[in-house]
C-alpha cells in the first residue's frame, strides 16, 4: 500500500476557494481512479489556509496513474492561483506486519 500526506496552503483571501478546489479533486479522484483505497483532506484548526491531504493507494502505479489523470492535472492547476506556497507531499510505502 503507497499513503500519501500532501500539506499544502492557501492564501488567506482564498482559503474558501481552495477547501471547494480539495473538495472537487477528493470527489473526482474517489469516483474515477482504480486503486485508490481512501482521499481526504483536513484543514488545521491552529493553522487556518493550511491543509492535509491523506490517501491510500493499493500500489505505486495506482498513484502514478492518479497523478497523470486528466482530473488531477485539471484540479491542481485549478488550485495554482490560490497556493500559499508549494506543496510538501511525503509519499510512503506500508507493508502488513503481525501484532
Known sequence: MILVHAY????????????????A???STLAS?????DYR?????TEPGAF????????RA??????AAPHHTAGSAALDPYRARPADVRVYEAHPTDL
Open 41 to 45: 483532506f483536513w484543514e488545521s484548526v
Open 62 to 67: 495506482a498513484l502514478d496513474a492518479h497523478l
Open 25 to 27: 479533486l477528493q470527489e
Open 52 to 59: 492535509v491531504c491523506v490517501e491510500a493507494w493499493t500500489d
Open 8 to 23: 499544502v496552503w492557501s492564501l488567506p483571501e482564498h482559503r474558501d476557494a481552495y477547501r471547494a478546489g480539495l473538495r
Open 33 to 37: 481512479d482504480e486503486g485508490c483505497l
